[in-house]
């Protein structure tokens, strides 16, 4: 199949024969909450064991490996570049190229694209992408007045002079500073976002109640069945050395009427989005192997499906922040030449209840198709059966990096387990950004 | 000189540095030869007058002077030759210590021995902080003790209480450690090592102190401990009786090294020098330091073999190695895989519980390590890196070797081979840790027993330096070299024998434990048999030995060996009441000895419920020497056996074996030389006596009645 026109160097378009991008295989950490079972280990770590348990799972000699690209959301100071970390702490060679990317929600599925357009590119063969989140180790930062005395202390001498620095610094200074889930750019937090979204697409409670509470059955139900072995690797947490190997957020026992208690969180008098119907704060890591077909081939490996095509679409944070899939998702099926129609396996990324049932009725609205994406008809109906239908980031969680690579994993063995050809992956990401990507089984 | 062992090169106005290069060796040790290079140098050096600086560095690029030449020492026959070198030895550092010049030694690399002597002799030291780089008096572990001054100037250097510990030990240290000992005065990295010993030697020009070891308060310490007569005598009773415990009066030269050492602070260094050179004398032609010289040459002699009979068989590159169990065995391998060897392990059990503690005992090894700063944090993640748990085979199609440490069960192991066989691409080499079972059993199991093979480590993996793979008539020489390679890669002394039931080690230790049941059995008092081992030179007795390997555990392998053997190999009845009353030993806190609050300096006491059990009366009266001849000579009997039947390949093989793998007294030198040493006909003759009075267990082996030598 002529998939992929390769451009060469000089821009000329060679013959792509077997030189479709291929998805070799995939494994992800168990995702925990946050303070739970990986606390202990902070994104790179985690970054580290899933990479190392993927080459060891692949049986590919480590060598083979000729670059990783490694996300990682929340900022970490000390290690700026956590793909190198991976590379250097994995048992891979130093030679092992690497760079980080944060897109946020949707940085793994960035790495993945980049990956995929090196190998397009010609200038490698074979790499791992991915990302990893530590929710339980994030950085405290310290107010601007007190962090610029500090500074200015520690470049005079003289005790007089150190606490001369400390002059200006107030009472209400000295109390350090959480990150938030918001960005200077927007005037709305994630939580506030999705939930004026819900006040604007009119989605009421009760809706995005059900809509969660559907998530932890169909996760808890595929938990049961054993879908997820082989997808989800046992991480042994030091010092101890206990094995991690389950998602611990997932509730199979949920009970719809439990969530009508919880109260809002980001509008406590009007509000519709409560913890119930939101993904929660995640530990976790995710890692996949991506290889030219041929290359992959040669090596004796078979893929577990393709890259048939990707978009990413960007969109005015305060508007409606996490339109984002309903943006990307037409595009990147145009891409592929297919409709949403032909997808047999769908996974939307579950920032918020809100947030999906906002975008799945974008999907199949007219006016919306006309008015935001100059499309004369909707992108598609929501086949439920095909759509988030063995869990999503509500039920399994959401360590922010790790989701849009374990969204791909779990498409692909969707796709073989139901024998269906094409998948769709798609994810609203902060600063009103959005990804979609079209899967091709093997 | 220009085509000697030393190169002159001038620096700068006033500086030179002397290099050695020893080019009939690759590297630099102290020979016989070289008396009268050494004092042509020295005399030259005496004569100069332009030279305000000598720099001494080695030209090798992996080492300064590893030791004295021990093919030398061998050859010395009389005491009084050994003397005579040692006091030309003392004589030439001190005319180098008297040099007018400023002298500074220039280290990298193993710098031991009489190396470190000489170095001793410098005004300063410089050491590079390579990790190649190691300095310390390792003589003790051959019976010696340091002849060239070692044991007056060491005590200077580094205070007497350090030198007493660092000298009975033998220990090497790192530049750093040596550093924070005041052995050296500066560690730099490599590349500046000559320029930092000119500047050392300038700063000394410059009337600026040397470093001096310790702290004020340190070294008011030392004062207090080996300045006055009280202090010394607390010091040296101290010394003694610590390293009588050790030594129970077998090694006599660490008795040796503290009386030295303790003339020379009491009655001067030239009195010092006398007592170390007639001490030397003496301990050059012992029995003991010539096992000790007999073993370091096998082990030796073994890192230069390949396992096989044909040396052009090339071992295969290992590039994963996976672990079957992560029990205590099986931890063990996998932390000398990924530490010493530095190759990748996935490490499988069953059990996640089982895996997780399998990771932490291995952490734990190296956490330890870092305590002790011989480890950095970063070093140990990346060792911890390098092992993977799994509870299923995935990871398994690429190992070039999988080691299994499952339970001691035939049928387990059989089947663990045929999974592994079935895992996908080319079959691995299958090696089994088992301590008893013919390999050759395990290997009907599966497809492929050309790849089938044992590698009996034993516990603890960590420490004990011994591996013995296990061929039989079916393993390819390859895959012999291969696991040879391996375990040398592991950082032990590798022995090759035949397959048979229990092998050579567990063979041999079986009649020994044997022998000590039948004593319990027969009223000897538990701590009483023990006693009389730990005499003999046994690190440990065998009644403790068995506690720590576990009753259940020996019985099962006293009655693998009576099956193979027959009645030769009869345990005795009461091993089996003993684990029927469920006495397993440490692992279950039940065994011969009690548990429960231990102080470190009290030993255990004996559990005297094991008499009632037993229904004997525990008693004290038979005497240490016939308690260990019997155990002992069970040992020798069969180890005798084991090379007649063909077991061993040679009696090389066995005394290594003997010695680093059951704790056979080291200064003996191992059974066939223990043979060689009393005669052939005189043990014959003591086996005879004692199968008359025990019956058929001490008949005589047929090579023991050849009546021959086992070492020319």
């Given at each position: 199949?002529?998939?992929?026109?390769k451009?060469n160097?000089?821009?000329?378009?060679s013959?792509?024969?077997?030189?479709?991008?291929?998805i070799v295989?995939?494994?992800r950490?168990?995702f925990?909450?946050?303070?739970?079972a990986?606390a202990?280990l902070?994104?790179?770590d985690l970054?580290k064991?899933?990479?190392?348990?993927?080459?060891q799972?692949?049986?590919?000699d480590?060598?083979?490996?000729?670059?990783?690209v490694?996300?990682?959301?929340?900022?970490?100071?000390?290690?700026?570049?956590?793909a190198?970390?991976?590379?250097?702490g994995?048992?891979l060679?130093a030679s092992?190229?690497?760079?980080?990317?944060?897109?946020?929600?949707?940085t793994s599925?960035?790495?993945?694209a980049?990956?995929?357009?090196?190998?397009?590119y010609?200038?490698?063969s074979?790499?791992i992408?991915?990302?990893?989140?530590?929710a339980?180790?994030?950085p405290?930062t310290?107010?601007?007045?007190?962090?610029?005395a500090?500074?200015?202390?520690?470049?005079?001498?003289g005790l007089?002079?150190?606490?001369?620095?400390?002059?200006?610094?107030?009472m209400?200074?000295?109390?350090?500073e959480?990150p938030?889930?918001?960005e200077?750019?927007?005037?709305?937090?994630?939580?506030?976002?999705?939930?004026?979204?819900?006040?604007?697409n009119g989605?009421n409670?009760g809706?995005?109640d059900?809509?969660?509470?559907?998530?932890?059955?169909n996760?808890g139900?595929n938990?049961?069945?054993?879908f997820?072995?082989?997808?989800v690797?046992?991480v042994?947490?030091?010092?101890?050395?206990?094995?991690?190997?389950?998602?611990?957020?997932?509730?199979?026992?949920?009970?719809l009427?439990k969530y009508a208690?919880?109260?809002p969180?980001?509008?406590r008098?009007y509000?519709?989005?409560t913890?119930g119907?939101?993904?929660?704060l995640?530990?976790?890591?995710s890692a996949?192997l991506?290889?030219?077909?041929d290359r992959?081939?040669?090596?004796?490996?078979a893929?577990?499906g393709?890259?048939?095509?990707?978009?990413?679409?960007?969109?005015?944070?305060?508007?409606?922040m996490?339109?984002?899939?309903?943006?990307?998702?037409?595009?990147a099926?145009d891409?592929?030449g297919?409709?949403?129609a032909d997808?047999?396996v769908?996974?939307m990324?579950?920032a918020?209840?809100?947030?999906?049932?906002?975008n799945?009725?974008?999907?199949?609205?007219s006016r919306?198709?006309?008015?935001?994406?100059?499309?004369?008809?909707?992108?598609?109906t929501i086949?439920?059966e095909r759509f988030?239908?063995?869990?999503?980031s509500?039920?399994?969680?959401?360590?922010?990096?790790?989701?849009?690579?374990?969204?791909i994993?779990?498409?692909?063995?969707?796709?073989?387990?139901?024998?269906?050809?094409w998948?769709?992956?798609?994810?609203?990401?902060?600063?009103?950004?959005g990804?979609?990507?079209?899967?091709?089984?093997? | 000189?220009?085509d000697?062992i030393?190169?002159?090169?001038?620096?700068?106005?006033g500086v030179?540095?002397?290099?050695?290069?020893?080019?009939s060796?690759?590297?630099?040790?102290?020979?016989?030869e070289?008396?009268?290079?050494?004092?042509?140098l020295?005399?030259?050096?005496?004569q100069?007058?332009?030279?305000?600086?000598l720099?001494?560095?080695?030209?090798?690029?992996?080492?300064f002077?590893?030791?004295?030449?021990?093919d030398?020492?061998?050859?010395?026959?009389?005491?009084?030759?050994?003397?005579?070198?040692a006091?030309?030895a003392?004589?030439?550092?001190?005319?180098?210590?008297?040099?007018?010049?400023v002298?500074v030694a220039?280290?990298?690399g193993?710098?031991?021995g009489?190396?470190l002597?000489?170095?001793?002799?410098?005004?300063?030291?410089?050491?590079?902080?390579?990790?190649?780089?190691?300095?310390?008096?390792p003589e003790?572990?051959?019976g010696?003790?340091?002849?060239g001054?070692?044991?007056?100037?060491?005590?200077a250097r580094i205070g007497?209480?350090?030198?007493?510990?660092?000298?009975?030990t033998?220990?090497?240290?790192?530049?750093?450690?040596?550093?924070?000992?005041g052995?050296?005065?500066?560690?730099v990295?490599?590349e500046?090592?000559?320029k930092?010993?000119?500047?050392c030697?300038?700063?000394?020009?410059?009337?600026?102190s040397?470093r001096r070891?310790g702290?004020?308060?340190?070294?008011?310490?030392?004062?207090?401990l080996?300045g006055?007569?009280?202090?010394?005598?607390?010091?040296?009773?101290?010394?003694?009786?610590?390293?009588?415990v050790?030594?129970?009066?077998?090694y006599?030269?660490?008795?040796?090294?503290?009386?030295?050492i303790r003339?020379?602070?009491?009655q001067?260094?030239?009195?010092?020098?006398?007592?170390?050179?007639a001490?030397?004398?003496?301990?050059v032609?012992?029995?003991e330091?010539?096992?000790?010289?007999?073993?370091?040459?096998?082990?030796?002699?073994l890192?230069n073999?390949?396992?096989?009979?044909?040396?052009?068989?090339?071992?295969?590159?290992?590039?994963k190695?996976?672990?079957l169990?992560?029990?205590?065995?099986?931890?063990g391998?996998?932390?000398?895989?990924?530490?010493?060897?530095?190759?990748?392990?996935?490490?499988?059990d069953?059990?996640?519980?089982?895996?997780?503690?399998g990771?932490?005992y291995?952490?734990?090894?190296?956490?330890a390590?870092?305590?002790?700063?011989?480890?950095?944090?970063?070093?140990?993640?990346?060792?911890?890196?390098?092992?993977?748990?799994?509870?299923?085979y995935?990871?398994?199609?690429n190992?070039t070797?999988?080691?299994e440490?499952?339970?001691?069960n035939?049928?387990?192991?059989?089947?663990?081979?045929?999974?592994v066989e079935?895992?996908?691409?080319q079959?691995?080499?299958f090696a089994?840790?088992?301590?008893?079972i013919?390999i050759?059993?395990i290997?009907?199991a599966?497809?492929?027993?050309?790849?089938?093979i044992?590698?009996?480590?034993f516990?603890p993996?960590e420490?004990?330096?011994?591996?013995e793979?296990?061929?039989?008539?079916?393993?390819?020489?390859?895959?012999?070299?291969?696991?040879?390679?391996l375990?040398?890669?592991q950082?032990k002394?590798?022995?090759?024998?035949?397959?048979?039931?229990?092998?050579?080690?567990?063979?041999?230790?079986g009649?020994?434990?044997s022998?000590a049941a039948h004593?319990?059995?027969?009223?000897?008092a538990i701590?009483?048999v023990?006693e009389?081992?730990?005499?003999?030179?046994?690190?440990?007795?065998?009644?403790?030995?068995?506690?720590?390997v576990?009753?259940?555990?020996g019985?099962k392998v006293?009655?693998?060996?009576?099956?193979a053997?027959?009645?030769r190999?009869k345990?005795v009845d009461s091993?089996q009441?003993l684990?029927?009353d469920?006495?397993?030993?440490?692992?279950?806190?039940?065994?011969?000895?009690l548990?429960?609050h231990?102080s470190k300096?009290?030993p255990?006491?004996a559990?005297?419920?094991?008499y009632?059990?037993?229904?004997?009366?525990p008693?004290?009266m038979?005497?240490?020497?016939?308690i260990?001849?019997?155990c002992?000579?069970q040992?020798?009997n069969?180890?005798?056996?084991?090379?007649g039947?063909g077991i061993?390949?040679?009696?090389?093989?066995?005394?290594i074996?003997a010695?680093?793998g059951?704790?056979?007294?080291?200064?003996l030198?191992g059974?066939?030389?223990?043979?060689?040493?009393c005669?052939?006909?005189?043990i014959?003759?003591?086996?005879?006596?004692?199968?008359?009075?025990?019956?058929e267990?001490?008949?005589?082996?047929?090579?023991i009645?050849q009546?021959?030598k086992?070492?020319?």
């Amino acid at each position: 199949m002529a998939d992929y026109p390769k451009l060469n160097a000089d821009g000329t378009k060679s013959d792509p024969g077997g030189r479709r991008v291929a998805i070799v295989a995939g494994v992800r950490t168990p995702f925990t909450k946050q303070g739970t079972a990986l606390a202990p280990l902070p994104a790179r770590d985690l970054g580290k064991v899933v990479v190392s348990e993927l080459l060891q799972r692949t049986g590919l000699d480590p060598g083979n490996i000729e670059q990783v690209v490694y996300g990682q959301v929340i900022p970490a100071p000390m290690a700026p570049n956590i793909a190198r970390e991976v590379v250097l702490g994995a048992g891979l060679p130093a030679s092992v190229d690497a760079y980080s990317v944060s897109r946020a929600c949707a940085t793994s599925y960035q790495t993945t694209a980049n990956l995929a357009e090196s190998i397009m590119y010609g200038g490698i063969s074979c790499g791992i992408s991915g990302g990893a989140e530590s929710a339980s180790d994030v950085p405290i930062t310290l107010s601007k007045p007190l962090a610029w005395a500090l500074l200015q202390a520690s470049k005079t001498r003289g005790l007089g002079r150190r606490l001369a620095a400390f002059k200006k610094v107030r009472m209400g200074d000295i109390v350090p500073e959480p990150p938030a889930l918001r960005e200077p750019s927007s005037d709305y937090s994630m939580g506030e976002a999705a939930e004026k979204m819900a006040r604007e697409n009119g989605i009421n409670r009760g809706s995005q109640d059900e809509f969660a509470h559907r998530s932890h059955v169909n996760a808890g139900k595929n938990w049961a069945e054993g879908f997820f072995e082989g997808q989800v690797m046992c991480v042994f947490v030091p010092e101890e050395y206990q094995a991690a190997c389950n998602d611990n957020l997932v509730r199979p026992d949920s009970n719809l009427e439990k969530y009508a208690r919880l109260k809002p969180v980001f509008d406590r008098r009007y509000g519709t989005v409560t913890a119930g119907n939101s993904s929660p704060l995640t530990d976790g890591a995710s890692a996949l192997l991506l290889m030219r077909e041929d290359r992959a081939r040669a090596e004796g490996l078979a893929p577990l499906g393709f890259i048939k095509s990707y978009a990413f679409a960007a969109i005015d944070p305060n508007w409606q922040m996490l339109m984002g899939p309903s943006f990307a998702t037409p595009v990147a099926l145009d891409r592929a030449g297919l409709t949403l129609a032909d997808m047999d396996v769908i996974d939307m990324h579950e920032a918020f209840a809100a947030q999906v049932l906002s975008n799945t009725q974008a999907f199949e609205s007219s006016r919306f198709a006309r008015e935001k994406l100059n499309r004369s008809h909707p992108i598609g109906t929501i086949d439920w059966e095909r759509f988030n239908i063995s869990g999503g980031s509500i039920s399994l969680g959401h360590p922010f990096a790790a989701t849009g690579a374990r969204q791909i994993l779990q498409t692909l063995k969707e796709l073989k387990r139901r024998n269906g050809q094409w998948g769709l992956c798609t994810a609203c990401a902060a600063g009103g950004l959005g990804a979609a990507m079209v899967l091709e089984s093997s | 000189m220009a085509d000697g062992i030393f190169q002159l090169e001038p620096r700068a106005e006033g500086v030179t540095v002397i290099w050695m290069d020893d080019t009939s060796a690759s590297v630099n040790t102290l020979k016989e030869e070289m008396i009268a290079e050494f004092d042509e140098l020295i005399s030259a050096l005496e004569q100069d007058t332009e030279n305000r600086t000598l720099v001494f560095a080695s030209a090798k690029p992996g080492n300064f002077i590893v030791g004295a030449n021990l093919d030398m020492i061998r050859r010395i026959e009389r005491a009084e030759a050994a003397r005579a070198l040692a006091e030309t030895a003392q004589a030439m550092h001190d005319r180098i210590e008297k040099l007018r010049p400023v002298t500074v030694a220039a280290i990298h690399g193993p710098c031991l021995g009489g190396g470190l002597e000489f170095a001793l002799a410098f005004d300063a030291r410089v050491a590079s902080t390579d990790p190649a780089t190691r300095l310390g008096l390792p003589e003790v572990q051959l019976g010696l003790l340091p002849a060239g001054g070692g044991t007056q100037r060491l005590p200077a250097r580094i205070g007497t209480a350090a030198a007493l510990e660092a000298i009975l030990t033998g220990r090497r240290w790192s530049a750093e450690r040596a550093y924070r000992a005041g052995l050296v005065d500066e560690a730099v990295p490599r590349e500046l090592l000559i320029k930092a010993a000119i500047r050392c030697a300038g700063d000394i020009h410059k009337g600026r102190s040397r470093r001096r070891w310790g702290t004020r308060f340190q070294r008011f310490g030392n004062w207090l401990l080996s300045g006055n007569a009280l202090g010394r005598k607390l010091l040296f009773d101290q010394a003694a009786r610590r390293t009588f415990v050790k030594t129970r009066g077998n090694y006599p030269a660490a008795e040796k090294i503290i009386e030295v050492i303790r003339t020379g602070l009491e009655q001067g260094t030239s009195q010092g020098l006398a007592a170390e050179a007639a001490a030397f004398g003496d301990l050059v032609v012992s029995p003991e330091s010539r096992q000790l010289v007999n073993i370091f040459f096998a082990t030796n002699s073994l890192k230069n073999e390949n396992g096989i009979d044909d040396p052009g068989i090339k071992p295969a590159a290992v590039k994963k190695v996976g672990v079957l169990g992560a029990g205590l065995m099986g931890a063990g391998i996998a932390y000398a895989t990924i530490d010493r060897a530095q190759i990748p392990v996935r490490l499988k059990d069953k059990d996640r519980a089982g895996l997780g503690r399998g990771l932490a005992y291995i952490n734990k090894l190296l956490s330890a390590r870092l305590g002790r700063r011989s480890l950095t944090p970063l070093q140990r993640e990346h060792i911890l890196a390098r092992v993977t748990p799994t509870t299923d085979y995935s990871g398994f199609e690429n190992c070039t070797v999988v080691i299994e440490a499952v339970y001691e069960n035939l049928e387990l192991k059989q089947q663990m081979l045929r999974e592994v066989e079935n895992t996908g691409g080319q079959a691995p080499i299958f090696a089994s840790n088992t301590s008893a079972i013919p390999i050759g059993n395990i290997a009907d199991a599966g497809g492929h027993p050309e790849r089938v093979i044992g590698m009996h480590y034993f516990s603890p993996v960590e420490k004990m330096p011994l591996l013995e793979v296990v061929v039989t008539d079916n393993t390819a020489p390859w895959v012999v070299a291969t696991c040879v390679a391996l375990g040398r890669k592991q950082g032990k002394t590798v022995i090759v024998v035949h397959d048979g039931p229990g092998f050579f080690t567990t063979r041999t230790l079986g009649p020994y434990m044997s022998e000590a049941a039948h004593l319990l059995s027969e009223g000897v008092a538990i701590d009483r048999v023990d006693e009389a081992l730990l005499n003999f030179g046994f690190a440990i007795g065998p009644m403790a030995l068995l506690d720590e390997v576990g009753i259940d555990v020996g019985n099962k392998v006293a009655r693998t060996l009576f099956e193979a053997f027959g009645d030769r190999m009869k345990p005795v009845d009461s091993m089996q009441g003993l684990v029927d009353d469920q006495r397993l030993g440490k692992k279950n806190k039940k065994g011969l000895y009690l548990y429960g609050h231990t102080s470190k300096s009290r030993p255990r006491k004996a559990d005297s419920t094991v008499y009632e059990l037993l229904n004997v009366e525990p008693n004290n009266m038979m005497a240490h020497g016939v308690i260990a001849e019997r155990c002992v000579l069970q040992l020798v009997n069969e180890a005798a056996h084991c090379l007649g039947e063909g077991i061993l390949k040679s009696s090389r093989d066995g005394d290594i074996g003997a010695v680093f793998g059951l704790g056979f007294p080291p200064f003996l030198g191992g059974p066939f030389r223990y043979l060689d040493a009393c005669g052939c006909a005189a043990i014959r003759a003591r086996l005879e006596a004692l199968a008359e009075q025990y019956g058929e267990r001490f008949t005589p082996a047929p090579v023991i009645k050849q009546d021959k030598k086992f070492y020319n």
